[in-house]
């Protein structure tokens, strides 16, 4: 059975472009997440999705930051334009239910580098 | 808000010897807690999970207790191997999402 995918699984980019990262939960998952880890902040929740609508978005850093879920079995997360400050690794992660006991399952991540 | 609060490391430990990773967390109802492990280079895996109070969760060796009363989520494990060097991350999921603390670096030398 096929967990989160995620791509690109590196990704080096000039500041200023814009960043795609992609997802696809596991199949019948009906919760979404976004977490950026870094260094200085560790594990942070960017963004959540249920049944593709974005429930709370409010750890999104700032404009440059979107993210979209079209059907339920892919999201992107787009930073545009990017700067050296968003290098981190951005994980998306799914969940089936909302009962705290239930798993969130991770994905390899996604390793930017803005240079 | 609910939070964790985990030792920060890193630790260092010869093979076999035991290890104690310590977790508290602070929030409101019933939360399920969790221990994820990161191995170099990778993504988070789920090492365990407790649901509710008194709950042991284990898996490959490691295991942790579920305390209400002292509100911490403790990983032990009674001899470790080198291939358990990673960063642990205990977490909380009260509401919808996973609150984790910083990590732990664990370093096991032969």
């Known amino acids: 059975d096929a967990g989160v995918i995620q791509s690109p699984r590196h990704e080096v980019t000039e500041m200023g472009q814009e960043v795609t990262l992609r997802c696809k939960p596991i199949s019948g998952h009906d919760y979404l997440f976004w977490y950026r880890q870094t260094m200085m902040r560790g594990l942070e929740l960017l963004i959540y999705f249920n049944n593709n609508v974005p429930i709370d978005d409010s750890g999104m850093p700032e404009d440059r930051f979107s993210a979209k879920m079209p059907n339920a079995s892919f999201s992107t997360l787009k930073i545009q334009p990017s700067e050296p400050r968003d290098s981190a690794v951005y994980f998306c992660?799914?969940?089936?239910?909302?009962?705290?006991?239930?798993?969130?399952?991770f994905g390899e991540g996604s390793w930017l580098t803005v240079v | 808000g609910d939070s964790v609060t985990q030792m920060e490391g890193p630790v260092t430990l010869s093979e076999e010897a035991f290890l104690t990773i310590n977790c508290t967390y602070t929030?409101?109802?019933?939360?399920?807690l969790f221990w994820y492990v990161q191995y170099p280079g990778e993504g988070l895996q789920l090492l365990l999970k407790?649901?509710?109070?008194?709950d042991k969760g284990s898996n490959k060796g490691f295991e942790a207790t579920y305390r209400k009363e002292t509100t911490s989520f403790h990983l032990e494990k009674g001899s470790v191997q080198v291939s358990d060097s990673a960063v642990y991350f205990c977490a909380l999921r009260g509401g919808y999402a996973l609150n984790f603390g910083k990590g732990t670096s664990l370093l096991v030398t032969p």
């Open positions: 929030a409101t109802g019933y939360p399920s």
């Open positions: 407790a649901t509710k109070a008194d």
């Open positions: 992660a799914s969940s089936f239910g909302q009962a705290a006991g239930n798993t969130i399952y």
